[in-house]
């Protein structure tokens, strides 16, 4: 049987001033299947999608659309050959209807009232056949993002596309709506649909796609059958040396306890308590992994430590009580408790994004006897200093003038973590250590905070990757409405026990 | 406070509402749509200007006014470019047409006309006069209803019908018709129009141009029905005046027809400081009583009256992300 591919690029070239994004790529997808795409971050496969759904326009190449030599100039285009996008960040109207959003662009004729009224007709049909369930009359803004998502999918089916481009669907996601999202997915493979899933996930491509391309630094390295490969073999692709999966670690030491947390409460500006009287302890030599969905507390845990929020309770370091609302709650009173920081959100509360790499690694440091010059800050030996730190976290390029904006996200988490790391605290709080970050990065933070927690220091590590927790923690404690709902030793539990302590189902053990 | 004086106030409160109305609504599509035009005013007064001069010049008042609203237009188009085309910053763009206008108008009706930069005073066809409508005579001896027909609804330039009934066709083309829908949709989150493959650009400058053109109409109407001939800096703030109450409107079309109804009471109280004192009794400095609008503009711009939630992608150029 021969049938012509969904999608067939040829030769598909790039380039944005000096930075070739994609060279000379050729992919052919088959109709009615799951094809993924994978690479790191900055591989190009952004840039290969938004050409194909005409934000860009490719410098060389061709691209057929079901055997069609196609030109995609604008979305236009895209649509009319019959593509959908649903993109990382969701292009929605917040303060419309999900059915507004939907006809947006698509309307049927110059009149609202009809538009809208077919479209409801239209949407629950779609809904039914494929398991897409939303609320045709909410807003966008009160809905939750797995709906905003589904709405997204509608989208594009409302415009009939019969080639559907999923980009990092899941990064927003709870487990469960990825799960329910892969469930729509194979539901709209077995219509016919074409799907062209991009991710940085190994496990998602190896669960849901018939074949995967592998794209590294602009370049198609790979398209194999996805049956036929394993993750171990994709890493290597991606990254294009072999890459550890697993965290190679021996057990905890433990020694004295570091940190203590006593009956901690936190009110946000609304009032509303979104720590409830939380006990923690960690000890030297021990990475304590706080597993739970986003939005549980992790956050407040993390900012009333890390000494920018305010709360009430009894914490202690290494046995020093800490100011949790007066004068010496703030970041430059609990470094000197011997506590480092790498917050959740790097480019709002890590680094300064305009800012050169060595001012960002003076940051909080900028007291330091080494970096000033009498009363001035001595920004030679900053830089020198900093240049030391690139090396050794083999942050690329190595150049303490490039302004952190124009670093990938595993090297500007790698600032921040040399920068707080090599103070040598005493406890690290970590958060989302790599959240954005490419794979080769994730292997090098997770070896560095081993190294930490075998040097006898003591790690909080707050995640929403359950496989980070799993990998790194000695101990798990689940957070879930701003209470612990029980820690566990990674050996005695596994990911269903895990899942349900993070639902809030479960009692303390 | 007898009722006819109660209708002459507000009959006066109806005229001074127009110009404020117009221009109020001009910002609301343009704002609506993500532009903020802070350039209002500057639009009032080159079309205040344009259309009284054109007026003397021709006898006609229509030409008058297609000449007010082709200067207006002109105006926008330069904002349209420099911060839709070039994403320039719109608030430099708007600052820049206000000082153009206020500076050319004085300029070129001084080279024009030599009368120390006004206008002619505007006579006959010149001018927008006050139509009298179908019944307005037979009925005026009706109780109550006969003065306020008479009085209030009859009796106003065709431009202050024009002004008024843009209040419903705003409101029908934003929340009844797709182009409205898109309108609305751009102002919140270009991205997604982008995506769903229509044109930023187009929509972002089809409502500058709706703004310049009832700008136009604003400003004629201030030179050439409510006044008789343009004056240095006619506008007199109005157009920032018209920016409050959009914003004390929530950039709604209703709301904004009370915003400046309730602008135009006070500019009309000032002409009667006689009425307030009969009501509460102690005599008001006619100077506070001007000051009253702008008194208003301001508590309402410190952000006194409510929470208004501007449109989310409103003052931001839109740029393909990558």
């Known amino acids: 049987m021969t049938t012509a591919p969904a999608i067939e690029l040829k030769g598909i070239s790039k380039a944005f001033g000096p930075v070739q994004a994609n060279k000379d790529i050729s992919i052919r997808v088959m109709p009615g299947t799951i094809h993924g795409i994978i690479g790191e971050n900055g591989a190009g496969k952004s840039t290969l999608m938004s050409i194909l759904y005409g934000f860009y326009k490719a410098d060389k190449g061709e691209i057929f659309i079901k055997g069609y030599k196609t030109q995609i100039p604008d979305s236009q285009a895209a649509i009319a050959a019959g593509i959908g996008m649903v993109f990382q960040h969701f292009k929605l109207v917040e303060n419309f209807t999900v059915l507004e959003n939907i006809i947006l662009g698509a309307e049927d004729g110059r009149w609202l009232k009809p538009s809208i009224a077919k479209a409801r007709r239209t949407l629950l049909e779609l809904s039914e056949d494929y398991g897409l369930s939303v609320e045709p009359d909410a807003l966008i803004q009160d809905i939750g993002v797995g709906m905003q998502q589904r709405v997204e999918i509608l989208k594009a089916l409302y415009r009939q596309a019969d080639i559907l481009i999923l980009d990092e669907p899941t990064g927003v996601l709870t487990p469960a709506e990825a799960d329910q999202l892969f469930r729509i997915l194979d539901r709209l493979r077995a219509e016919g649909k074409t799907i062209i899933l991009i991710t940085h996930k190994l496990r998602e491509i190896m669960d849901t796609t018939d074949t995967v391309s592998v794209m590294r630094r602009g370049e198609m390295t790979a398209t194999v059958k996805t049956a036929e490969t394993s993750p171990a073999e994709l890493a290597e692709l991606m990254v294009g040396r072999k890459v550890l999966l697993r965290v190679d670690k021996t057990p905890a030491q433990p020694k004295d306890v570091v940190l203590d947390i006593k009956d901690l409460h936190v009110r946000d500006e609304k009032g509303v308590e979104r720590l409830k009287g939380i006990n923690l302890t960690v000890r030297a030599g021990e990475v304590l992994g706080i597993a739970g969905v986003a939005g549980n507390g992790q956050s407040e845990l993390l900012e009333v430590l890390g000494g920018y929020a305010e709360g009430t309770g009894n914490i202690t370091v290494n046995g020093q009580p800490l100011d949790l609302t007066g004068k010496y709650s703030d970041g430059q009173s609990r470094r000197a408790h011997g506590i480092a920081h790498v917050p959740e959100d790097r480019q709002r509360e890590g680094l300064i994004m305009e800012f050169a790499a060595w001012e960002n690694v003076a940051f909080g440091y900028h007291h330091d006897e080494a970096y000033r010059s009498g009363a001035l800050m001595d920004n030679t030996a900053i830089r020198e200093d900093t240049e030391g730190k690139m090396e050794r976290f083999d942050v690329r390029p190595p150049d303490p003038k490039l302004a952190a904006k124009n670093f990938s996200g595993g090297n500007q988490q790698k600032i921040v973590l040399a920068r707080e790391i090599e103070r040598n605290p005493d406890l690290l709080l970590i958060g989302q250590p790599t959240r954005g970050v490419d794979i080769g990065a994730i292997e090098f933070i997770h070896q560095q905070i081993i190294a930490l927690r075998d040097k006898g220091k003591a790690v909080l590590l707050v995640s929403v990757e359950l496989d980070e927790i799993m990998a790194l923690s000695d101990r798990i404690a689940v957070m879930f409405d701003g209470h612990i709902m029980g820690e566990r030793l990674p050996s005695q539990t596994d990911e269903k026990e895990l899942g349900l302590l993070m639902a809030g189902i479960g009692a303390q053990k | ?322």
């Open chain 2, 1 to 322: 406070m007898d009722f006819l004086t109660l209708i002459q106030l507000l009959d006066s409160a109806v005229r001074l509402a127009t110009p404020l109305l117009l221009a109020c609504l001009a910002g609301l599509y343009s704002e609506r749509a993500g532009i903020f035009d802070i350039g209002l005013e500057g639009k009032m007064l080159a079309a205040a200007f344009f259309s009284a001069a054109i007026a003397a010049l021709t006898g006609s008042v229509w030409i008058g006014l297609l000449a007010g609203i082709a200067a207006s237009l002109a105006l926008s188009a330069i904002h349209g470019v420099a911060s839709i085309t070039f994403r320039g910053n719109q608030l430099i763009s708007g600052v820049a047409i206000n000082f153009l206008a206020a500076g050319l108008t004085v300029l070129i009706a001084q080279s024009w006309f030599k009368q120390g930069g006004r206008t002619p005073s505007l006579i006959g066809n010149a001018r927008f006069e006050p139509i009298t409508l179908p019944f307005a005579e037979a009925l005026q001896n009706v109780p109550v209803l006969g003065p306020i027909y008479y009085e209030l609804i009859s009796g106003h330039s065709i431009l202050v019908y024009i002004a008024f009934a843009a209040v419903p066709f705003t409101w029908w083309l934003l929340f009844r018709t797709r182009f409205g829908l898109r309108l609305r949709a751009v102002g919140e989150n270009p991205a997604a129009v982008d995506t769903a493959g229509v044109s930023v650009v187009g929509l972002r400058f089809a409502a500058v141009g709706i703004c310049g053109i009832l700008c136009g109409i604003a400003g004629a109407y201030l030179s050439t029905a409510l006044q008789a001939g343009f004056v240095k800096d006619m506008a007199a703030g109005r157009g920032f005046i018209a920016l409050a109450a959009l914003i004390f409107a929530k950039w709604r079309p209703w709301y904004a027809l009370y915003a400046c109804l309730l602008f135009g009471l006070f500019g009309a109280l000032e002409t009667r400081p006689d009425v307030i004192e009969n009501l509460i009794g102690v005599k008001v400095q006619i100077q506070l009583l001007a000051a009253l609008p702008y008194l208003m503009t301001v508590i309402i711009l410190a952000g006194f009256v409510g929470k208004a939630i501007p449109p989310r992608a409103g003052g931001e150029p839109y740029v393909k992300e990558r």
